[in-house]
């Protein structure tokens, strides 16, 4: 799924689009205890409840593309009978009418999801009778030829609200707030089947995760059958390993610099694809080699790769490896922090034996806040 794939189905959490059938929730304490089950047409909600629920919908489908958001495909085993795909496209295809189904789904999240406090799993169905679209890109209602059938699970922790006072108008006085449990935005969810080519993809689901360092393996592996793949910190931290070792003892400033900004003009020449930039084994070779690395240096890079990295069809997202804001350079002593386009501004120099990193310093210089004026060239030390 790209981005373009994810609004649409975003743009059916509304009233005037609304595509969804039925909704099924149940509440589970801190010791994974149902204490309440909901079940019932989503049309048939207050209206107040629907626009929350439609702000829970599209948070389970926001974030950045490769990072919060991550499309997973099904192994070959779990599509096979009794595979978790089969199980996730029976729940699909009972529309969330089925009692048993629907338990056996909520006690498979109470025993995979690690959460030590209150929760609320959400599940809905939807049915999209997908609009045609015209040579101008153009929507057209009336030529419909396919529905996407789905589900859509969001876990939301459920907290204690901040205790203070408030007003009551009905006695007329500041008083103190009762404290209520809240439904806070989902820490994680996913989209079955997912959104491929505005079309049905039941070998692939798209995983939603707040907070993408923090992985929910068991959600992952077992709930849904799916290989865990690796975490933005885990793909930059990779990619740097690689990198270090490739080099080995040429990894020095210049070359470092000179990736990087290979790395940022790649994303900058895709910036209007809906899809994200992905990096595989050969393009990592590739970007090396754009940016100057020596032949010798590659021919050991297929070998040590596969040592670094287990999946050898891994990909990195490129704007997980890479910060499009700012180039920072660090030492023990000093952070410095460039626009990507400024790079140029900083070179490394050895002077006297030692090594040094020299900024280009213009006019405005200023040390917090406060405005300083540069040496002109005549005040320099004859040194």
């Known amino acids: 799924m790209n981005k373009k794939e994810i609004s649409e189905i975003k743009k059916l959490f509304t009233t005037s689009r609304c595509a969804l059938t039925r909704i099924c929730g149940c509440y589970v304490d801190a010791e994974k205890n149902q204490k309440t089950k909901l079940k019932e047409a989503f049309l048939s909600l207050p209206e107040e ?30 599509e096979a009978p009794g595979g978790t795909q089969e199980f996730l496209l029976q729940l699909r295809n009972s529309q969330l009418k089925d009692d048993a189904l629907i338990e056996e789904f909520y006690q498979k999240v109470i025993e995979n999801y690690i959460n030590p406090e209150n929760y609320y799993i959400i599940l809905i169905h939807g049915a999209y009778d997908i609009p045609a679209k015209g040579s101008d890109n153009l929507e057209m209602d009336d030529a419909s030829d396919y529905v996407y059938e789905f589900l859509l699970c969001s876990i939301c922790p459920v907290k204690l609200s901040k205790p203070g006072l408030h007003y009551n108008p009905d006695a007329n006085i500041i008083e103190n707030l009762i404290q209520d449990w809240i439904v806070e935005a989902p820490d994680v969810g996913f989209l079955f089947p997912a959104f491929t080519d505005r079309n049905t993809d039941i070998h692939n689901l798209m995983y939603y995760s707040k907070k993408p360092d923090v992985i929910q393996t068991d959600i992952i592996n077992t709930l849904l059958g799916c290989r865990t793949p690796l975490s933005a910190r885990s793909q930059k931290e990779t990619f740097q390993t690689i990198i270090e070792e490739t080099l080995d003892n040429s990894c020095d400033f210049e070359t470092v610099m000179a990736i990087q900004d290979t790395l940022n003009e790649m994303i900058e020449e895709r910036k209007e694809d809906p899809e994200p930039v992905v990096l595989d084994k050969y393009e990592v070779k590739r970007l090396l080699a754009d940016s100057g690395v020596e032949n010798e240096k590659l021919e050991e890079f297929d070998e040590l790769y596969e040592s670094v990295v287990a999946d050898d069809n891994a990909g990195f997202v490129a704007s997980n490896v890479t910060s499009t804001r ?19 501004l900083i070179e490394s120099k050895i002077i006297d034996g030692i090594p040094y990193l020299l900024i280009q310093a213009t ?5 917090n806040g406060i405005s300083v004026r540069p040496p002109k060239p005549d005040e320099r030390s004859e040194d």
């Not at 829970?56 to 926001?62: C, D, E, P, Q, V």
């Not at 991550?70 to 085993?77: C, H, T």
């Not at 006019?363 to 040390?367: A, F, G, N, S």
């Open 326 to 344: 700012a180039c920072e350079i660090r030492t023990p002593d000093v952070i410095i922090k460039v626009s990507p386009e400024k790079t140029q």
């Open 363 to 367: 006019d405005q210089v200023e040390i």
């Open 49 to 78: 409840e629907m626009f929350k629920y439609f702000n829970i919908f599209r948070k389970t489908l926001s974030g950045t593309l490769g990072k919060n958001l991550v499309q997973m495909e099904f192994p070959l085993e779990q």
